[in-house]
């Protein structure tokens, strides 16, 4: 399995002709001198744009028509001057073609009323690199999530070149993928803009969780997610969306614009405009929302980590410490949640962190439960998945408050994944490995494969099974992430918790 397919990267040779408007005369005016007299006009009464915390980078923006959400995206473009961006990256949902991954397309410029906009073709076709972007142009002809903001950017820029991404559907390992092959565009004289409109309520869309509804029910709906994008927070935002199921069109778009902003280690972004076109209409029983965001701060291109520093003694002893107590008291005490004396810690253990937690019992193994988000301080995971390896692991009965003295505990700290192209890639007995596939994903602990002995292949074979998917599903679709560990446990020389 390869991530990227063997295109030939640069010189965009296949990218040729101009994509026409599709919805000049509908969501916008169609001739030039009218269109840009409306956007003058709603650029100048938008209101003054909250401060950033450094020069903007990144937008979200919505789509609908100018009457209607023109003067929410006008907040967030106010903020442009012209000559600011040399190139801008539109990543806008597709609403008409069933597309998984992304498309550039394959045209050599886009038109609207105010002029022809160029394709950096250059960037777009080192894009097709990546097995997720293709180059289908129906994925373009009748979108105008993408088109309609072109105009603002044309009025507000002056000239620049675009990178037209068209998304669809992806899962969250597809869409780290993407924030990474888009990663090296996203320099100082680039823009990027995830193209989307919030809640899509009423009968028309197959939204009405609240009934009939007023204005307050959709903006409390719509200001969790918001929250979760202004925490900069995309597993929060992706847990939101399958929790409430609101109908945000541009959900994966702002999914890869947070996982990219994560990368780049950019301050949290602001909310600059909130708007519903019931607010036109006065009905909200049928209504879209509308959210202007903006994204500023200097934050770049990661930097290779310094390599961190490995665990003592004493912070390995205390998570095994931590590990054990926080069993004992769900087993034994029936303590739902471990209390955990947190000021007793080292601040290394209180640094967000990952870890997997193993239980063995004789020699065989008795649980495994663990993370891969280092959503939380490391010593609240260890604690989280020792309880849960002890009580959930689905494969065996919970351990039992007599078991717990014959129980053997490893802990298992993850550093940051990073995506390989293939199993080539990866190093038998250093590295272990993440398969996602169709919404569905397995880990290996790097020890797995030597204590079993497998081959590479045998190892994707056997990865595929855990995650339910058929032996061979690794050859095609999917992406691989590599990680390395620091694996200690009770057994290990020095410690003396415990020797089962």
Not at 25 to 44: S, V, W
Not at 218 to 225: A, K, S, W
Not at 265 to 278: D, E, F, I
């Amino acid at each position: 399995m390869k991530l990227f397919n063997n295109k030939p990267a640069g010189g965009g040779k296949g990218f040729s002709g101009v994509r026409e408007p599709s919805v000049a005369g509908q969501f916008y005016p169609g001739d030039a001198k009218t269109l840009a007299a409306t956007i003058e006009r709603q650029l100048d009464v938008a209101p003054a744009a909250p401060a950033l915390p450094g020069p903007v980078r990144a937008m979200i923006c919505p789509h609908a028509g100018y009457a209607y959400s023109g003067p929410t995206a006008a907040a967030n473009y106010k903020r442009l001057q012209p000559g600011q961006f040399a190139r801008v990256v539109v990543m806008a949902p597709g609403h008409f073609t069933l597309l998984r991954g992304a498309s550039v397309g394959n045209f050599s410029a886009f038109r609207t009323p105010l002029g022809d906009v160029p394709v950096d073709t250059d960037a777009a076709a080192n894009l097709c690199r990546c097995k997720l972007v293709s180059d289908r142009p129906e994925a373009h002809a009748r979108e105008h999530s993408l088109e309609v903001q072109l105009p603002f950017l044309q009025k507000t820029l002056g000239r620049f070149s675009l990178v037209p991404l068209v998304v669809g559907e992806m899962t969250a390992g597809e869409r780290d993928t993407l924030a990474e092959a888009l990663l090296p565009l996203w320099d100082e004289r680039t823009l990027i803009v995830a193209s989307s409109d919030f809640c899509h309520y009423g009968p028309s869309f197959d939204f009405e969780p609240f009934g009939k509804t007023d204005r307050e029910h959709i903006t409390q709906l719509d200001r969790e997610g918001i929250d979760r994008i202004l925490a900069l927070d995309p597993a929060g935002f992706d847990d939101y969306m399958a929790r409430t199921h609101n109908t945000i069109c541009g959900r994966v778009p702002i999914g890869v614009l947070l996982r990219l902003a994560r990368l780049c280690q950019m301050p949290p972004p602001v909310l600059t405009a909130y708007a519903l076109s019931g607010d036109v209409e006065h009905d909200y029983e049928q209504s879209v929302s509308y959210a202007a965001i903006a994204f500023g701060g200097t934050g770049g291109p990661p930097r290779a980590a310094a390599k961190a520093e490995p665990f003592t003694a004493g912070e390995k002893r205390a998570l095994l410490e931590l590990a054990r107590q926080a069993m004992g008291q769900n087993i034994v005490g029936r303590v739902e949640e471990p209390v955990v004396d947190t000021g007793r810690l080292a601040p290394k253990l209180m640094q967000a962190g990952a870890a997997f937690v193993t239980l063995t019992e004789d020699g065989k193994l008795r649980g495994c439960i663990g993370s891969i988000e280092a959503d939380e301080p490391l010593a609240l995971n260890v604690a989280h998945n020792a309880v849960s390896a002890a009580t959930g692991d689905p494969r065996f009965f919970p351990v039992g408050a007599d078991e717990l003295e014959r129980v053997h505990i490893e802990i298992n700290v993850l550093k940051p994944p990073f995506p390989v192209r293939g199993i080539e890639e990866f190093v038998h007995g250093k590295h272990g490995l993440i398969l996602e596939k169709n919404g569905r994903r397995a880990l290996f602990l790097p020890e797995v494969m030597v204590e079993q002995g497998w081959a590479p292949e045998e190892t994707l074979a056997h990865l595929c099974l855990k995650a339910g998917l058929p032996r061979d599903a690794w050859r095609s679709g999917c992406t691989l992430h590599c990680f390395e560990t620091e694996a200690f446990g009770e057994r290990d020389p020095g410690f003396g918790i415990r020797n089962p």
